[in-house]
């Protein structure tokens, strides 16, 4: 099916001291798309490294946010998604490389399945190795021993091998639990009440409940790996147990497992993992 022209779409990209990353970002973004209607909006996060000057002076193309205070990833990106109405919503890090066509692939696999919500494609480290993008949803188990101290009594295969769908094929299209937030292409009429993003999350774990969100609301989401994604990934969550984004982390992953596992309906079995959800 052939892309149309109308279905026009927003790229949202939220910097915070990203300024050695986002001119590749926005060149590549450039590369990605013959779309006629798409348009970019960064939104800057109170950078001091001057990142949004960059932009305001090299890329006059893109519509540039400057938040007067700082906020949190959610509420940025809200503010992105709001800025302009659009059919489709890309939220894209600031740390990423589209390959050509990423954009109008994504928009044209969304154009051939009604049902998806939600899709996003292949990640791959700067090395070109896979990145890990696509995953099943979070137990109180899984958690526990991913974003506690209880970590380190596990290898890191035997804690992460089931959420990370390691044993998966990664070069088909399939519908998955979420998938990491690097780059995620929207449906805008999915969304339901018009926000993209729970502002309760102090950083990580949006992508998450955004997904389960539309899993509920009877929409797909799909890994779509014929198109890649540079993502450099920084992790810092992942790189100590002890410092505040791991902090950061377990209280998003609480803050998750208490709105969807322990104030929810059916509450009992899905915090232990025995869940309608799981992929």
């Known amino acids: 099916m052939a892309i149309r022209e109308a279905d026009d779409v927003v790229i949202g990209i939220v910097t915070y001291n990203h300024r050695r990353f986002i001119s590749q970002c926005l060149d590549s973004v450039a590369r990605s798309t013959k779309l006629k209607s798409v348009r970019v909006i960064v939104v800057d996060n109170c950078s001091t490294d001057g990142s949004a ?9 893109v519509d540039l946010i400057e938040r007067e205070e700082g906020d949190s990833f959610a509420s940025n990106n809200n503010v992105a998604f709001s800025r302009l109405s659009s059919e489709y919503f890309l939220m894209l890090n600031p740390d990423t490389e589209l390959d050509e066509g990423v954009v109008d692939t994504l928009v044209e696999f969304m154009e051939e399945n009604p049902s998806c919500g939600l899709c996003g494609p292949k990640l791959v480290f700067p090395d070109g190795s896979l990145q890990y993008s696509c995953r099943r949803f979070p137990t109180l188990w899984s958690t526990l021993i991913r974003r506690s101290p209880l970590r380190l009594l596990f290898p890191a295969q035997l804690r992460s091998a089931r959420h990370l769908m390691a044993s998966e094929a990664h070069d088909k299209d399939m519908a998955v639990d979420w998938m990491l937030g690097a780059c995620l292409l929207v449906r805008r009429g999915a969304i339901a009440g018009g926000v993209l993003l729970d502002e309760g999350f102090p950083l990580y774990c949006e992508e998450i409940d955004l997904c389960l969100r539309l899993k509920h609301g009877g929409w797909k989401t799909y890994y779509v790996p014929c198109v890649k994604v540079v993502h450099h990934h920084l992790a810092k969550s992942d790189s100590s147990l002890f410092c505040r984004a791991s902090f950061l982390h377990f209280q998003s992953m609480m ?20 869940n309608r959800y799981q992929a």
């Open 255 to 274: 803050h998750f497992v208490k709105k969807h596992y322990i104030a929810g309906e059916g509450s009992a079995t899905r915090l232990f993992g025995i």
């Open 53 to 61: 000057e960059l932009v305001r002076q090299q890329y006059p193309w």
